[in-house]
């Protein structure tokens, strides 16, 4: 299959962010005093690893190279968040992201004419995500003690407000290259 130039940008895309994705988490994983959460979070870091092999393999396996991009999706949380002040944010905004990636993918599965290298490269890595989603609410329902729902709650609102913007920003930045997928969302 050839991939067009928006579907090599777009799955160029997903790599780049699953990239940044590792970095983030084992620059946190080193932070963390061992614990469950130390584990978690490794484990997370290693997820997103593989998830950059998965696409680094599924675009070549449709004949290409990853492009290389100046940046991802999450360099824009920075920009739009600033950085996160405790592992409870660490924790808030990771929920948030991971449910941006579970609806993208989401989205991507119900496109017409998406590839069947694609579908499972989606589908491997779905798995993953449906996990990180778990974990990550358990950590905030046990942090809830020491920082208090509210202060919870809070977060998770600032940061959907925050991704909801970078979302949109996204879209009227790279909508063209992305969109197949708009006519699929529900919303």
Known sequence: MTLSENDLWLLSFYRSSEINGALFFGRVARTLRPSPLQADVTHHFADEAQHAQHWTECIEDLGHHAAKLPGSYQDQYLEAVGLPTSLMEVMAITQVFEKRVIGQYQLHLRAPDTH????????????????????????????????GQERIDAALARFTAADEEIYAKTLAEYGERIGFLRATDPR
């Not at 694609?118 to 046990?142: C, F, G, P, S």
Request: aromatic share 10%; proline share 3%.
């Open 116 to 147: 069947p290298r694609i579908r499972q490269t989606i589908e491997t890595i779905m798995e993953d995500e449906r996990w990180h989603v778990k974990y990550v609410r358990e950590a905030l329902q046990q942090m809830a003690q020491r920082y």
